[in-house]
């Protein structure tokens, strides 16, 4: 018999959960379901997260390989925050030591009416998922009962960080990780700089997706959205209770072709475990996004 996907839960909304992009990702979600029922492709109608499902696939499986070649194996339960579409508690589903996956999304279009398209789509084991309307800082979880806390995309969104990385080292059982994959900028980027990438305009096809007047000014600053350097992450990690090492992505054009015929991401991922364990916290994975790295960072025990 074919198990069902089981009925989302309702957590609630803290007061710091930003109304407008709520809205705005209610009306996406509309938008996109009546594309895809129209015939079009969820990759195409989507973008970037699905597109890239192979790439976050590859990450999350390499943060956890890291782990355990680091003597620190996580697994058990996990939270995905600011699931959206549901990518990365549909990953995490696939991996033997998951037990079960929260996917929380304040956006309830989102968790009703897409997260099931792309289960069905990538194979979920949906036994394990459990959708969740909520925000990331409101998680009704008993403290110290999760291993591993997902974020792609989503912490840079959070409008009281501390707050956040707060909720999550509750939740979190001693020794418990958070895998990061986030936008996030070389120490070089001055405050100005990354001010100036807040104030860039919404795209017209976006505004139409989110329901937003074409003549009216919005930038990823009112979306809520905020820009870090990679040594502002870590400060934000360390001060709430967390061990950070980040992952820079990065490969070389010139030898693709070489290194694509190589098990070069995992030889990356199985260097940087002996570079982690003689002192290194910024570390290397072959990877193809220029923003985006990933953080592993470990619940410090007190």
Request: hydrophobic share 40%.
């Amino acid at each position: 018999m074919k198990s069902e996907l089981a009925p989302p839960l309702f957590w609630g909304m803290t007061d710091l959960a930003h109304a407008m992009a709520r809205e705005a990702m209610e009306n996406r979600a509309t938008v996109e379901v009546s594309e895809v029922e129209k015939g079009q492709t969820l990759e195409s109608v989507h973008g970037q997260a699905l597109r890239d499902y192979k790439q976050f696939e590859q990450l999350i499986g390499g943060a956890l390989s890291f782990l355990k070649k680091g003597h620190h194996p996580a697994g058990g339960f996990a939270v995905d925050m600011g699931s959206g579409t549901g990518v990365g508690a549909c990953i995490l589903s696939g991996f033997d030591e998951v037990e079960k996956v929260f996917a929380v999304e304040f956006s309830e279009h989102f968790v009703e009416k897409v997260m099931p398209l792309v289960f069905e789509k990538y194979n979920a084991n949906i036994e394990k998922l459990q959708r969740v309307v909520s925000d990331f800082n409101h998680l009704e979880i008993e403290d110290g009962s999760l291993g591993i806390i997902l974020d792609i995309d989503s912490f840079h969104h959070s409008e009281d960080l501390d707050r956040t990385l707060q909720e999550c080292q509750r939740v979190l059982a001693p020794g418990g990780v958070i895998i990061a994959i986030d936008r996030a900028w070389s120490d070089r980027f001055t405050r100005e700089q990354l001010e100036t990438k807040l104030n860039t305009e919404f795209p017209d096809h976006l505004k139409k997706k989110y329901n937003i007047p074409l003549d009216q000014h919005f930038t990823r600053r009112d979306f809520g959205e905020h820009e870090y350097t990679i040594k502002q992450w870590f400060t934000l990690y360390r001060k709430n209770g967390f061990e950070p090492s980040v992952f820079l992505l990065r490969h070389p054009p010139a030898l693709n072709r070489f290194w694509l015929r190589l098990p070069t991401f995992e030889f990356s991922i199985a260097l940087s475990s002996l570079l982690y364990r003689i002192g290194f916290r910024r570390l290397w994975a072959y990877g193809f996004t220029k923003a985006r790295v990933m953080f592993v960072c470990t619940k410090v025990l007190k």
